[in-house]
């Protein structure tokens, strides 16, 4: 048996057809050579059509240029005549003639334009348009003879014939009977150029002024005529040959002979036998008749293009015509005998495939003595034998759906490859009743593991679905399974993840795995629980295979213990006691998720201060800074009564004014923690929810952590205040040391260095007259004592600056500014400060402008200060090549004053940028009150 053809085997070219097309092949091989004997027939005519239609343009191209040769002739003749007889109504006979000769050339410019691309009718047109400018010009300006301008008309005129001829005989012609009436037109139009050049030369010879030109010009003219009417004779047809030879008898060509022979004869006769009037009116009637014999010549030509033109179109529709029918006739056959043979091979084929396909109903009505009917009795009987092959594959599938395992095919009425196949069926059967019995015991198993595994196992879909739970999910969150599975995955999530977790998601639907993948869940009661995942994706299916396994716990205490740790971190660092209550009821928050967190003292008129809070909504905010009455049920009031942590699980209709504001934020629930420095009960931390679900059992332990950090701050607190309020009274004691030495310097010594200094100075004037050592002695003594008094006086401005005390700091700085050889700005406030805060701020300036006089090479430095949140800032800033050293012994020890009133002092210095001190002291004199 051969096997069925694969794709891309190689084949004969003849078995690659089909049998309609082959028989179509068959047929063509006549309808194509008749076809091509048609189409050139066709062609053919087509082309003599389309040669003729071109013709027909030129022709008529050639018409408007004949058209425009006569009004050029006729516009010469007017400005001929008028240069001869000049009168007005000569010139206007000269304006007309030029506006019927534009409108010509506008006609022989549209009929160029559509005429055959074998001649450049429109080119030659616009030629002759620029070349009419010039003799227009010249006869309008008359200084050119009338022979000049005769014969630069009569050169346009000849390119208009010439143009004339090419478009009518310039090319074959597409048939012989035009050739001849072409011919005549070209030639009566040549012959009338010639008449009219005569006309207006011996009309130039009849007038005074031309009477001694030569006679030989004007007789040229009649020689060139009849040449031209001899090529008319030759091809013009007998009507208009007779026409032309009766024109030549008639009056005014008879005149017109006698006066040729004159000018032959005896050009002096010419004058005294014709006028110029009779020989205008004899010349013009004989132009007309040469006119009127062209016009016939056209009307010939015309008539004989559009006959063959007609006769060319009919032939060929007559061939089209008959092209198509001979064609569709032997078409037409072809088909019938394709589909003779066609139709009932695709019957057959067309079952086979259906029953190939599974459908057994087909049948194939074709019933025939050739070939195809053999085939078609052959497919019937294979059909008899598949049915019969369903029958028993149908019973087989029945038993099985009805898990009748037993059941085996009748293979009795079936041999050869039917019978093997269904005794091979019936061995499958049996194996697979036995594999069927396994995977029930293995079912059985994965359920019992699915049901009681403590980690939650699902199946979920990629459209976000869960598909099946084990009992571990309803535990955990509170769920039933209908519930978990009516609703995406995602809704469960806590909105904060849901961004990560469609990531994740996305990452398996493009089969890719997840490992310890962690998010968060809400609970039906409101908590939060923390899952870490372990997903498989199964593309093929669109489902995921997932392990879940709670790890709130292990999350809690790592977020207990980086909260710990930070604040931890604060207390070591010895933050401002604000700043570390602040961090400590943002973590206890965070850590208990609650909604609200608040830091409170007991203060010892019986009430609480709420000295720092934190909300998880900014327009949700707990009071910070207010004073509460321990009334009612609150947190703070438990805590202070039993000095251990304490839980309050429902506001409603509680009294206090703690409840009240729980109840208009809507808090559902509290737990607290007391804080406990040296065994007094300072204050108290409290978390708040507003959710259904109360606190987990072991909060208060967490937030008790951080109740022994925040003592432990306080603490620390306590002690650097002490120090700080110790460093300040030495420092205050120093200064007021200084003033007492400054106060006995100037009432005790200094006064009586002063009083001596003047008795001096009288017993100076006394002894004025004494010339003697005593006199010296005095001088030298009174030395003496007003160096001392200036030594005193410097240690005493030294110690404590008078200007100090009676100015404050404004006026101090001042006094300093002035002694200085440096352009210093001051801008202090006026008001006046505790002694030592003074002292401590004007000792910081002085040694600063000292320094900057000294090291900083300053050109200018400025003096500032401000007040602001209780504390005096005082800034120095000068211009100088900075590079100060803030470990210097003088920064040192400024750095030490400001510490010691609970102030701070930092400079800024870098090389080339000069330098900034700015000091932050205190207003008060001491350090800020925070607990």
Request: hydrophobic letters at 45%; aromatic letters at 4%; charged letters at 25%.
């Amino acid at each position: 048996m051969r096997p069925p053809v694969r794709d891309g085997e190689h084949l004969p070219l003849l078995a690659r057809l089909r049998v309609g097309t082959k028989l179509m092949l068959l047929a063509l091989l006549p309808v194509g050579v008749l076809a091509a004997a048609s189409v050139t027939a066709a062609v053919g005519a087509w082309r003599a059509a389309d040669d003729l239609r071109d013709f027909q343009a030129e022709t008529r191209a050639s018409f408007a240029a004949g058209d425009l040769a006569r009004a050029l002739s006729d516009e010469r003749a007017a400005i001929m005549l008028a240069r001869l007889g000049p009168n007005s109504a000569a010139d206007a006979a000269v304006g007309s003639a030029q506006r019927q000769t534009d409108i010509e050339l506008r006609r022989a410019a549209e009929r160029a334009a559509s005429a055959s691309v074998h001649v450049d009718a429109a080119g030659r047109v616009a030629a002759i348009r620029r070349q009419l400018q010039a003799p227009r010009l010249q006869a309008a300006a008359g200084r050119t003879g009338e022979a000049t301008i005769a014969d630069s008309y009569g050169s346009i005129v000849r390119d208009v014939l010439d143009l004339v001829r090419d478009l009518d005989s310039g090319r074959r012609r597409p048939t012989a009977s035009v050739r001849y009436p072409a011919d005549a037109y070209v030639a009566i139009q040549g012959a009338i150029e010639p008449a009219e050049r005569e006309r207006l030369d011996v009309a130039a010879l009849l007038t005074p002024r031309g009477r001694d030109r030569p006679a030989g010009a004007a007789a040229r003219w009649a020689t060139l005529e009849a040449a031209k009417l001899d090529d008319f004779r030759a091809n013009a047809s007998t009507r208009l040959a007779t026409d032309l030879a009766a024109s030549l008898f008639a009056p005014a060509a008879v005149r017109v002979s006698d006066v040729r022979a004159d000018l032959l004869a005896s050009p002096d006769r010419v004058g005294r036998r014709t006028t110029p009037p009779a020989w205008l009116a004899a010349s013009s009637a004989r132009i007309s008749d040469l006119r009127r014999i062209a016009g016939e010549a056209r009307g010939e030509l015309q008539s004989a293009v559009t006959r063959d033109l007609d006769a060319a179109v009919a032939r060929r529709n007559r061939v089209f015509v008959v092209s198509l029918a001979v064609l569709g006739l032997v078409t037409a056959l072809a088909l019938v005998l394709r589909r003779s043979i066609t139709r009932p091979l695709a019957e057959v084929s067309a079952s086979a495939r259906a029953l190939s396909g599974g459908d057994l109903s087909v049948d194939v009505e074709y019933v025939g003595r050739d070939e195809i009917g053999d085939v078609a009795e052959a497919f019937r009987d294979l059909q008899i034998t598949t049915e019969r092959l369903a029958d028993e594959i149908r019973g087989m599938n029945a038993a099985i759906t009805r898990n009748q395992l037993d059941h085996r095919a009748d293979v009795t009425a079936f041999e050869g490859t039917w019978l093997h196949l269904l005794g091979g069926m019936n061995e499958t059967v049996a194996a697979f009743a036995e594999l069927q019995g396994r995977r029930r015991e293995a079912e059985l198993e994965l359920e019992r593991v699915f049901t009681t595994s403590v980690d939650l196992l699902c199946i979920m879909g990629f459209d976000g679905y869960l598909k099946r739970v084990n009992p571990s999910w309803a535990r955990t969150f509170g769920f039933t399974e209908e519930e978990l599975r009516s609703r995406p995955v995602i809704e469960f999530v806590h909105p904060e993840d849901r961004a990560r977790t469609a990531e994740a998601a996305a990452a398996l639907a493009e089969g890719q795995e997840l490992v310890e993948f962690e998010n968060r869940h809400v609970c039906r009661d409101g908590t939060v629980r923390w899952l870490q995942w372990t997903s498989r994706p199964v593309v093929e299916q669109g489902l995921m295979y997932g392990v879940a396994r709670d790890v709130t716990d292990r999350r809690r205490s790592e977020s207990e213990q980086a909260a710990l740790r930070r604040v931890a971190t604060l207390v070591a660092r010895g933050a401002a006691p604000i700043a570390l209550f602040d961090a400590v009821a943002r973590e206890v928050g965070l850590l208990c998720d609650a909604d609200f967190a608040r830091l409170e003292r007991f203060e010892p008129d019986g009430t609480v201060m709420a000295i720092a809070a934190w909300s998880r909504s900014p327009e949700s905010q707990l009071a910070v800074g207010e004073r509460f009455a321990l009334e009612g049920t609150s947190i703070a009031a438990l805590v202070t009564n039993t000095g251990r942590p304490a839980r309050v699980d429902g506001f409603e209709g509680a009294p206090g004014p703690i409840a009240s504001e729980a109840r208009a934020l809507g808090i559902r629930s509290s737990v607290g923690c007391p804080i406990i420095v040296r065994g007094v009960t300072w204050g108290v931390i409290a978390a708040s929810t507003k959710r259904e679900a109360q606190f987990p059992p072991n909060t208060e332990s967490g937030i008790a952590d951080f109740t022994e950090l925040v003592a432990t701050a306080i603490l620390n607190a306590e002690s650097q205040n002490q120090l700080t309020a110790s460093r300040a009274r030495l420092l205050t004691e120093a200064d007021a040391a200084r003033r007492r030495v400054v106060r006995d310097l100037h009432d005790g010594a200094q006064q009586r260095l002063v009083h001596s200094a003047l008795t001096l100075g009288l017993a100076q004037r006394e002894l004025k007259q004494d010339h003697g050592a005593a006199r010296a002695l005095v001088t030298e003594a009174l030395g003496h004592v007003q160096q001392a008094n200036r030594e005193l006086r410097e240690l005493a401005h030294g110690i404590l600056p008078a200007d100090l005390t009676r100015g404050g700091l404004r006026g101090a700085v001042d006094a300093v500014v002035e002694r200085l050889d440096l352009a210093v700005e001051v801008d202090l406030p006026a008001e006046r400060f505790a002694p030592e805060i003074e002292a401590s701020a004007y000792f910081i300036v002085a040694e600063a402008l000292t320094n900057v006089v000294k090291h900083a090479h300053a050109e200018s430095a400025a003096v500032s200060a401000s007040v602001a949140d209780g504390m005096l800032r005082v800034e120095v800033r000068d211009d100088g090549i900075g590079g100060a050293d803030p470990s210097g012994r003088g920064l040192v020890g400024l750095h030490d004053r400001a510490a010691a009133l609970g102030g701070q002092l930092s400079v800024e210095s870098s090389p080339g940028g000069g330098t900034v001190l700015s000091a932050t002291l205190p207003r008060s004199g001491g350090p800020a009150d925070a607990l």
